[in-house]
């Protein structure tokens, strides 16, 4: 059986590609009527049904929402809801998407969740290069307000909502919760020891909540057709659709909302349209740059969070990488390694120094410099960064940024070790003639 997209949170767009970012779109196909519904509703009853559906953050983490909701605590106010639209895991573009094709969508979850969480002001925090989210948000939080969906006395409720759009500087470090409020309160974007968790002191020292804007957008569709109802999609504890931003050596890269339980065959052959060229699969990215890696053998493995745990990797932001046969796996930890040495904030010493070693041995490795015992410091690098090498998840940073780049490394030495430490043990042509790089640091040690 050929796998179908189930359309929730996509339907509008494709349903009305022309114009779904509208409100006169918005409002011809049902926009805002489940924000009605809730606000007749008790914020605690609201709640209440995001957790019936067991819907979990769709940010990367897959923590339970309506958990994460009812962590504020009771009687302290004001409190504030932030939605994290910093998209900025490799690969992966269904915020993007989202929010530029059906920013109407979005708006109405953050309404309905400030509500539930009984805020007044909420933010959404974009990506810096994101310009033209960044404008049809604007654009849409416009058209909402005039048409009574915020502001003051909401629709008659009594509620009063306020949004602000805050555009970010283009920092990864900021898709991390606490970095991200850190940002937004004027300071340089650097994750914050915790506790005290968000919930109890985030945004200007005040409860909060932060959440994904999938998240957000999938709000609408938990409280109009009713959370126990939503639970019936999906599988196990990983509830309803996810989209997916399939990318790499596919012949239908793009974004796909799927049922999860769904397989990473299905998604890759049915809706990808198998390997480019009629290749076939070497190795594949899970839930994006922070995951470890699947290989072939794992194609049947489903779209479950907690199924896919049980192998080490995860989920994450949704975004699955697809590199075929003729793929050098080294080559690709080289480069995503090197994007997380670029972007730590240099907050932590293992991070700091560590991810610029292992980008620096990777480098020599790959331009046949490396040496017999290369991959085995990589992993000790790594263990001094995450012990126990990323299973269970460990990190002796304050963020996951850090062990982050260790999971290249440890995918390297699970599935392509032989490979790795034959390409450590140079001829003796190339250690004399230094392949071009001698000279410059790279045949005497770990600097360039």
């Given at each position: 059986?050929?796998?179908?997209?189930?359309?929730?949170?996509?339907?509008?767009?494709?349903?009305?590609?022309?114009?779904?970012?509208?409100?006169?779109?918005?409002?011809?196909?049902?926009?805002?009527?489940?924000?009605?519904?809730?606000?007749?509703?008790?914020?605690?009853?609201?709640?209440?049904?995001?957790?019936?559906?067991?819907?979990?953050?769709?940010?990367?983490?897959?923590?339970?929402?309506?958990?994460?909701?009812?962590?504020?605590?009771?009687?302290?106010?004001?409190?504030?809801?932030?939605?994290?639209?910093?998209?900025?895991?490799?690969?992966?573009?269904?915020?993007?998407?989202?929010?530029?094709?059906?920013?109407?969508?979005?708006?109405?979850?953050?309404?309905?969740?400030?509500?539930?969480?009984?805020?007044?002001?909420?933010?959404?925090?974009?990506?810096?290069?994101?310009?033209?989210?960044?404008?049809?948000?604007?654009?849409?939080?416009?058209?909402?307000?005039?048409?009574?969906?915020?502001?003051?006395?909401?629709?008659?409720?009594?509620?009063?909502?306020?949004?602000?759009?805050?555009?970010?500087?283009?920092?990864?470090?900021?898709?991390?919760?606490?970095?991200?409020?850190?940002?937004?309160?004027?300071?340089?974007?650097?994750?914050?020891?915790?506790?005290?968790?968000?919930?109890?002191?985030?945004?200007?020292?005040?409860?909060?909540?932060?959440?994904?804007?999938?998240?957000?957008?999938?709000?609408?569709?938990?409280?109009?057709?009713?959370?126990?109802?939503?639970?019936?999609?999906?599988?196990?504890?990983?509830?309803?659709?996810?989209?997916?931003?399939?990318?790499?050596?596919?012949?239908?890269?793009?974004?796909?909302?799927?049922?999860?339980?769904?397989?990473?065959?299905?998604?890759?052959?049915?809706?990808?349209?198998?390997?480019?060229?009629?290749?076939?699969?070497?190795?594949?990215?899970?839930?994006?740059?922070?995951?470890?890696?699947?290989?072939?053998?794992?194609?049947?493995?489903?779209?479950?969070?907690?199924?896919?745990?049980?192998?080490?990797?995860?989920?994450?932001?949704?975004?699955?990488?697809?590199?075929?046969?003729?793929?050098?796996?080294?080559?690709?930890?080289?480069?995503?390694?090197?994007?997380?040495?670029?972007?730590?904030?240099?907050?932590?010493?293992?991070?700091?120094?560590?991810?610029?070693?292992?980008?620096?041995?990777?480098?020599?490795?790959?331009?046949?410099?490396?040496?017999?015992?290369?991959?085995?410091?990589?992993?000790?690098?790594?263990?001094?960064?995450?012990?126990?090498?990323?299973?269970?998840?460990?990190?002796?940073?304050?963020?996951?940024?850090?062990?982050s780049s260790v999971s290249p490394i440890v995918s390297l030495n699970k599935y392509f070790r032989d490979d790795i430490i034959a390409r450590c043990t140079p001829s003796l042509v190339t250690m004399l003639t230094g392949n071009g790089l001698a000279g410059n640091g790279l045949d005497g040690g770990l600097h360039r």
């Amino acid at each position: 059986m050929t796998l179908q997209e189930t359309r929730l949170l996509t339907k509008r767009m494709n349903d009305r590609p022309a114009d779904s970012w509208t409100m006169e779109a918005a409002l011809a196909t049902g926009a805002y009527e489940t924000l009605r519904t809730a606000l007749r509703m008790k914020p605690a009853d609201v709640q209440e049904e995001v957790k019936t559906s067991g819907l979990r953050g769709r940010g990367g983490a897959g923590f339970p929402t309506g958990t994460k909701w009812s962590f504020l605590p009771a009687g302290l106010y004001p409190r504030y809801l932030v939605v994290n639209a910093d998209e900025g895991e490799p690969s992966t573009f269904k915020d993007r998407e989202l929010m530029e094709r059906d920013p109407h969508q979005l708006i109405e979850g953050v309404a309905i969740s400030a509500y539930a969480i009984e805020s007044n002001t909420a933010f959404i925090y974009v990506r810096g290069e994101m310009a033209h989210a960044h404008d049809v948000l604007e654009r849409a939080l416009a058209d909402a307000r005039a048409q009574g969906f915020l502001g003051q006395n909401i629709l008659g409720s009594g509620y009063d909502l306020d949004i602000v759009l805050h555009r970010g500087a283009g920092a990864y470090i900021c898709g991390e919760e606490t970095a991200l409020l850190e940002s937004l309160e004027g300071r340089r974007g650097m994750p914050r020891i915790r506790p005290p968790f968000p919930a109890i002191a985030g945004l200007y020292a005040k409860p909060t909540v932060v959440n994904n804007v999938e998240t957000m957008a999938t709000v609408p569709h938990i409280v109009g057709m009713g959370g126990a109802e939503y639970a019936k999609l999906g599988v196990n504890r990983s509830t309803g659709t996810r989209i997916f931003s399939l990318s790499g050596h596919v012949n239908r890269p793009g974004n796909y909302e799927v049922e999860l339980g769904a397989t990473f065959r299905d998604l890759i052959d049915d809706l990808g349209g198998g390997v480019t060229n009629g290749g076939t699969v070497k190795f594949f990215i899970p839930g994006g740059a922070s995951s470890q890696w699947l290989v072939n053998e794992h194609l049947d493995v489903p779209l479950d969070m907690d199924e896919v745990g049980k192998l080490g990797v995860m989920l994450g932001s949704g975004a699955v990488m697809v590199f075929d046969q003729d793929t050098d796996p080294l080559a690709v930890a080289w480069r995503l390694v090197k994007f997380f040495a670029h972007e730590s904030c240099g907050k932590c010493t293992p991070c700091r120094e560590g991810t610029g070693w292992e980008e620096k041995i990777l480098y020599r490795i790959l331009h046949g410099q490396g040496r017999p015992s290369d991959l085995d410091l990589l992993l000790d690098i790594g263990d001094n960064i995450s012990p126990g090498l990323n299973a269970p998840f460990s990190q002796t940073t304050i963020c996951p940024l850090g062990p982050s780049s260790v999971s290249p490394i440890v995918s390297l030495n699970k599935y392509f070790r032989d490979d790795i430490i034959a390409r450590c043990t140079p001829s003796l042509v190339t250690m004399l003639t230094g392949n071009g790089l001698a000279g410059n640091g790279l045949d005497g040690g770990l600097h360039r």
